[in-house]
């Protein structure tokens, strides 16, 4: 589902944040005299360090309009990762057009729901139709299925998310953006897609492969971040959403998708959790 390179094609300067990659700057040092709106930070990989300023184009941005920035730390991540694996003698295996792993259950944080609402929603008929069409087959699927919750528990590692995996696992869904047996919106995919970087042949992807894929640990789950942003900003607890249910999840749930915070407490809000999981520069 992953790529090592930054594949954002955002226009970043026309969303209210930004984020800047500086190799000369001083890590903590002061906002950019340009950008009085404007954090900086970084994050590390083994001897990998990105440099990066987040900065805020406006007053007031919803929780969602974070994604973009969130898409482009994790890609950044993931080359710093993947260089590392690289000197290591190992090969990055995850490029576009591989789809061995989108069978698997994706979820989302509440953030990134409503920003891949407004992304579908802006897409063009001839596109978006098809996957509003595909997203309602999947939601039918799994409301035929008698699944009772819209909200799972986002922690990876609990028993209950396992067997709903093996639940979801078992209907055998394609996911709504898979066109051609590729990702359709591979610029724009979640989080958690972006996350899952091999280093195993694509082969060991496959559910019904049997093997075991060696995935690439990442200093920072941008997806488990974002996640628990929202979580603190929205005052809910471990919340997950399945992505065949964004849809119907987002139209349930619209007034959260249009709530304004300060950009300033947004942007601190992210690089602090984001620092609480870096170590402080010597
Ligand atoms: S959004 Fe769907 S098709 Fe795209 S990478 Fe993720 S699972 Fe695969």
Known sequence: MSASSN?????LKELPFELVENPTQQNGGDNDAAHPASWNFHVDSGNKTAHL????NNDEACLSDLIPVAHQLCDIINRLAGQNEIENGAEISCKKGCASCCSYMVSLSSAEAFFLQKHILSLPAEKRK???HSFLLAARKIAANRMPLVNIPAKNESQSLKSISRWYQKMNIKCPFMKENTCSQYHARPLVCREHLVTSSPKACCPSSGMLSSTVELPISTAELLMELSNLLELTRDEAIILPLAM???NSNAQRGVQKYPTALLAEQFIK?????TPAMA
């Open 7 to 11: 594949t954002t094609n955002y226009n």
């Open 53 to 56: 300023t987040l900065i805020a």
């Open 130 to 132: 098809p996957i509003l």
């Open 248 to 250: 119907v999840w987002c």
């Open 273 to 277: 959790a984001i620092s609480a999981k």
